[in-house]
């Protein structure tokens, strides 16, 4: 069964402009991953946060994680065209490393 | 990087074929491999967990006998659609993790197969 929701589910802007998807999850965990996806495409792994962490930054990329409201979030900065793609988070409840559960994801566009 | 190969990328067959996709770890040895199921505009449904040497653990609702999962090695598991139907149209998408039993691990996926079913 799925573990979380995305919101927004889709999401529209222009280049530069900052893109922020959340993810609210039901149980507890261990971590939590985003995703990107392109259509049509496998999953490219971006970023994992885990349990103990409240923060955490990869190049244009910024992840909070607030386990007390069982929620996440992703941020995109000076986004670009090639940002487009759908996003997922994804948790990891388990210490002994058993399969994710995704969330519905969020469409991004980018527009230039 | 870890790389996870998928194959073939799209199948279009007939109806009642058996469809084999196989998913192997490049650089590394995956005791476990995931499959997904992707319907359009939807997130991904796992629909089992491939152990090597082991039969594989299937999700609540999706057929053993019809989903055939093999982990004969380190490095490739196989998923077969056995006598497909149009419902079994759908983006099946492989991961695997590096090591059994390691939690704080990325997953690595494959780019992912569209099966097609006429």
């Known amino acids: 069964s799925q573990q979380g929701e995305e919101d927004p589910q889709a999401l529209s802007i222009q280049e530069g402009e900052n893109a922020t998807m959340n993810c609210s999850y039901k149980?507890?965990?261990?971590?939590l991953q985003w995703y990107r996806q392109n259509s049509g495409r496998g999953l490219v792994h971006l970023i994992l946060?885990?349990?103990?962490?409240r923060e955490k930054h990869s190049g244009r990329l910024r992840v909070t994680l607030d386990t007390s409201k069982k929620s996440s979030s992703l941020l995109i900065t000076a986004s670009r065209a090639a940002d487009t793609a759908s996003y997922f988070c994804?948790?990891?409840?388990?210490?002994?490393?058993?399969?994710?559960?995704f969330g519905k994801g969020t469409t991004l566009s980018v527009s230039s | 990087g870890a790389v996870v190969s998928q194959h073939p990328s799209r199948v279009i067959c007939k109806s009642g074929t058996s469809v084999k996709i196989e998913c192997r770890s490049l650089?590394?040895?995956?005791?476990?491999m995931f499959w997904y199921r992707q319907f359009p505009k939807q997130s991904l449904m796992l629909m089992a967990t491939?152990?090597?040497?082991?039969?594989?653990?299937?999700e609540q609702g999706v057929e053993k006998d019809k989903f055939l999962i093999n982990h004969a090695s380190l490095t490739l598991s196989t998923l077969t659609v056995t006598s497909a139907h149009p419902e079994d149209s759908s983006f099946y998408i492989c991961?695997?993790?590096?090591?059994?039993?390691?939690?704080?691990?990325?997953?690595?996926f494959g780019d992912g197969t569209r099966l097609s079913i006429l």
């Open positions: 991961s695997a993790r590096k090591l059994r039993g390691k939690s704080n691990q990325p997953q690595h």
């Open positions: 149980t507890s965990i261990n971590n």
């Open positions: 946060i885990r349990s103990n962490e």
């Open positions: 994804a948790t990891d409840w388990s210490q002994a490393g058993t399969a994710l559960i």
């Open positions: 650089d590394f040895q995956a005791t476990t």
């Open positions: 491939s152990n090597e040497g082991s039969k594989a653990t299937y």
